[in-house]
């Protein structure tokens, strides 16, 4: 089953219009907002969904040549985003690209921390090195935007973090413990982070999302992999009988992120058709 994603193969854009919501209401208007590992996936429904309620986006990911082509696109669309090629993995590209935001910006408003992938694996079988991956894209990719950010946030006198688990951080799919492990520490680090850091007017969040149709529920021709396909095991698990698309978590993600979640903080929104309950 090929379900029609909003960018093509390569993963552009395909989208032909993306229309900003009148000056003077977007949700998030002026905010300057990072989302790591916005090329792609519910990154980039957040990037296009944030720019059109007139934030200023700043996106990275890996694949600079559609990072570059997706911002430009939104650029042309009258949206503000900048594409910055930083890997999650290595603190000093994450050091330099927070050092151009301070020197564009001055400031850091809403960091959404959605960068990473699953690598599924019987355990017997997986390796240290998926092991170190998942944790590493999870984990430490997470404490070098938050150390850069929130002293920013600090100064300023506050901000708005939101932080990507999954529902496999209550829930497990099939073999897939490293991920387990990685997305239920996401999720308690950010209560954790809530209780040092609210006092400085800083709400930190976080997004459970649960199947959802990117790149990390496809294979490579498109077609959605059996366990999520219609009749799977995982759809038969969400009450709503639905997988998700980048949209539908993007929207979450508006909500939470704008002042109409002013007094929201320290929770975890599993936003998964009804899995976690
Ligand atoms: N899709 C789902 O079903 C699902 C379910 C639960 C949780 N999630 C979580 O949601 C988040 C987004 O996932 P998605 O489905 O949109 O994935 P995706 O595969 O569509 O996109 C992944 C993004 O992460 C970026 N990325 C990967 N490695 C990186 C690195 N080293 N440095 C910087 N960027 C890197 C890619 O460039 C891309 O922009 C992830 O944290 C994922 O674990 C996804």
Do not use: W
């Amino acid at each position: 089953m090929a379900i029609k994603m909003d960018y093509d193969s390569k993963g552009k854009l395909l989208t032909e219009k993306v229309e900003l919501v009148p000056e003077g209401t977007g949700l998030v208007e002026g905010k300057v907002t990072l989302i790591t590992g916005a090329t792609l996936g519910i990154g980039l429904a957040m990037a296009t969904l944030f720019a059109q309620h007139r934030a200023k986006v700043i996106i990275t990911g890996i694949e600079e040549e559609i990072g570059k082509y997706n911002a430009q696109f939104l650029r042309d669309c009258g949206c503000e985003v900048t594409y910055y090629n930083a890997n999650a993995f290595y603190r000093n590209e994450i050091h330099d690209l927070f050092e151009e935001i301070r020197k564009t910006y001055g400031r850091i408003d809403i960091l959404i921390n959605s960068a990473g992938y699953n690598i599924p694996a019987h355990f017997m079988e997986a390796t240290e090195s998926q092991y170190r991956q998942l944790m590493g894209i999870h984990g430490l990719a997470h404490v070098y935007t938050l150390q850069e950010a929130i002293p920013m946030m600090q100064k300023q006198g506050g901000g708005v973090v939101l932080e990507f688990g999954s529902k496999s951080s209550d829930r497990p799919g099939d073999y897939d413990p490293f991920y387990c492990m990685a997305k239920a520490g996401v999720k308690l680090m950010s209560k954790s982070l809530n209780m040092e850091f609210g006092p400085d007017n800083i709400r930190i969040n976080c997004i459970c999302p649960g199947p959802t149709i990117t790149g990390m529920t496809q294979d490579n021709d498109g077609n959605i992999v059996p366990a999520f396909a219609k009749g799977g095991p995982v759809l038969k698990q969400t009450s709503l009988r639905k997988i998700a698309m980048p949209i539908d978590i993007a929207k979450a993600a508006l909500i939470i992120c704008s002042d109409y979640a002013g007094y929201v903080a320290g929770l975890t929104y599993n936003v998964d058709g009804g899995i976690v309950i």
